[in-house]
């Protein structure tokens, strides 16, 4: 079989699905086969190893599962976000029930993963948002809840990188990153307010405030002469903040950021721009009382 594999992909994948979760020993034949296989170049493979992973026959063994999809993103990003969903977020007790409890699949530091994660990120933005936010997004809440309104740095993703940035110390951080981009992607060609925005507007939580922040910055060009400034009154109270138009569709923040005016008809809950013309949540308005 694992001589076949790459010549025989699909064969060797009926030759194996009979035994799938049934074979005490089958998920050390899935992982020896997969171990030399090209899995972008047959979808029922990538099929058994997506279910592999599901059940948790990869659990201890990353390293195999993602020397074995180093180039997967490559050929198929749709399908590296369907990997990384069904690891991060489809295996038994992804997210433990107890608070307390640490998320170890966030400080894996796999180079292979973290590569995988970033190019699925700028390959499949879209599918990323759809499949992977909701992930992020439950953590994100779970650890709002375990910091009961306390502002500190984050602990489930406390190395939160700028997106030049290309080295990530562990996968939490690559998959903030990797949402980060998607999300801009997203916000960039919407028409109305993205879902995925009102539920972070709405996490105390430093990282989802990051997040939610930074899915809504846009590279910055001059301002258009012709537009008149718009006002925001700030939410302490004191003195307004001026924004810029811009040509198009786009609204200048007074430090340099923007971002799209397409959204006249909804806006972000209770959305407002502070003093230094950053934007301010309410969980935001929530942490600071």
């Known amino acids: 079989m694992v001589s076949s594999v790459r010549e025989k992909p699909d064969r ?3 030759l194996l699905a009979p035994h799938a979760g049934v ?3 089958y998920p050390g034949w899935l992982r020896w086969v997969l171990r030399p296989a090209n899995a972008h170049d047959s979808r029922p493979l990538f099929d058994l190893m997506l279910d592999g992973v599901r059940r948790g026959e990869y659990d201890g063994h990353e390293h195999e599962l993602f020397l074995a999809t180093y180039n997967l993103a490559d050929h198929n990003s749709g399908w590296a976000v369907e990997l990384i969903e069904a690891y991060w977020a489809g295996r038994p007790g992804a997210i433990p029930d107890d608070p307390a409890e640490s998320i170890p699949a966030l400080d894996l530091r796999e180079h292979t993963a973290i590569k995988l994660i ?3 990120g700028d390959g499949a933005p879209r599918e990323f948002v759809d ?3 909701p992930y992020l997004i439950r953590v994100l809440e779970r650890e709002a809840l375990e910091l009961e309104g306390h502002t500190r740095a984050s602990s489930y993703f406390p190395y939160l990188r ?14 903030m990153s990797a949402a980060r981009h998607a999300l801009r992607v997203v ?6 307010v993205p879902d995925a925005l009102t539920q972070l507007a709405a996490i105390n939580d430093h990282a989802a405030q990051w997040l939610l922040y930074e899915s809504l910055v846009v590279s910055t060009t001059p301002p258009c002469p012709s537009m008149p400034p718009v006002s925001s009154s700030d939410p302490g109270g004191s003195s307004p903040v001026t924004t810029h138009g811009r ?3 786009w609204l200048r923040l007074s430090q340099g950021r923007s971002l799209r005016r397409r959204w006249r008809g909804s806006k972000l809950p209770s959305l407002s721009f502070g003093r230094s013309g950053r934007i301010v949540t309410p969980a935001q308005l929530r942490m600071r009382s």
Request: proline share 0%.
């Open 162 to 175: 700028t997106r030049d940035d290309t080295h990530h110390f562990d996968a939490g951080s690559a998959l």
């Open 247 to 249: 040509c198009g569709s």
């Open 23 to 25: 074979a005490a020993d």
């Open 187 to 192: 916000v960039a060609e919407a028409d109305e």
């Open 12 to 14: 060797i994948a009926q």
């Open 131 to 133: 499949r992977v936010l």
């Open 118 to 120: 970033i190019k699925a």
